[in-house]
Nanobody, 117 residues
Framework: QVQLVESGGGLVQPGGSLRLSCAAS????????MGWYRQAPGKQRELVAT???????NYVDSVKGRFTISRDNVKNTIDLQMNSLKPEDTAVYYC???????????WGQGTQVTVSS
């Protein structure tokens, strides 16, 4: 099992930026595809972005051009840079290993992102 800890969320005005980080209890980022997910109030959790062990990235259409997923090999984190934030980006953000069968490990506590003026 892998424990995941997300951080970096907060309250930001529309158009602002935040950088989220995900740390894991074991060195898994160079092995598995990792994803950032989010769950807005009253909605199902959705996959937002993925990064493969080779660095290939993919994004859901609603965040393309605004969000960037990356791996920080020094800090051993998976980061999500979020720019031009919109109120509809408000959600709890989680990271997890990604597979076609679904998330690979238990969810962490997530980090709250609130976009509001």
């Amino acid at each position: 099992q892998v424990q995941l800890v997300e951080s970096g969320g907060g309250l930001v005005q529309p158009g602002g930026s935040l950088r989220l980080s995900c740390a894991a209890s074991r060195s898994v980022f160079s092995i598995y595809t990792m994803g950032w997910y989010r769950q807005a109030p009253g909605k199902q959790r959705e996959l937002v972005a993925t990064i493969s062990n080779r660095g290939t990235t993919n994004y859901v259409d609603s965040v393309k051009g605004r969000f960037t997923i990356s791996r920080d090999n020094v800090k051993n984190t998976i980061d999500l840079q979020m720019n031009s934030l919109k109120p509809e980006d408000t959600a709890v953000y989680y990271c997890n290993g990604y597979s076609t069968w679904g998330p690979m490990w238990a969810w962490g506590q997530g980090t709250q992102v609130t976009v509001s003026s």
